[in-house]
């Protein structure tokens, strides 16, 4: 907190305006294919609020980025353990989507301006979802744990 400032405005600052701020620059780096910064501060973004669906699917979006690169590499591997390994990390980096799409999707459940969001994301969810478990059994309780 800077000293020129009361704690009572710096509460509102903080709440109100460094979230916004935190996403902008997430997605500024993101735009300037700097990604790890990008999920740096859109995780910030998250810790100041855990209420925007918006931060949470851009996050969700570089984590799948992330799980995307690494199935491509073990697509193009040969067989050995480093290929295994790849795959293992892939299965947790589609693991790690998941669970920020569910969470999304449940920020954004009931909300009309978040509804295209809401229903792009479910589908997404739902195809990896499945894909992970071999069927959407559990799916809603997942989606229903991150409803506030």
Not at 5 to 15: G, L, P, R, S
Not at 122 to 132: A, D, I, P, V, W
């Amino acid at each position: 907190k800077p000293e020129a400032i009361d704690v009572e405005k710096w509460n509102e600052y903080k709440t109100q305006w460094l979230p916004g701020l935190y996403q902008a620059l997430g997605i500024i780096a993101y735009l300037t294919k700097n990604k790890a910064d990008a999920k740096v501060k859109l995780e910030k973004a998250v810790s100041l609020n855990a209420t925007d669906p918006v931060t949470y699917m851009l996050l969700g979006g570089l984590v799948d980025d992330e799980y995307r690169e690494l199935a491509q590499k073990h697509q193009t591997m040969g067989p050995g353990p480093l290929k295994d390994q790849t795959l293992k990390e892939a299965q947790a980096k589609m693991d790690e989507v998941i669970e920020i799409f569910a969470h999304t999707v449940a920020l954004a459940a009931g909300k009309e301006a978040f509804q295209r969001l809401h229903d792009s994301l479910l589908e997404q969810l739902t195809t990896y979802y499945k894909y992970r478990k071999g069927s959407t059994t559990g799916l809603q309780e997942l989606i229903d744990k991150y409803k506030k």
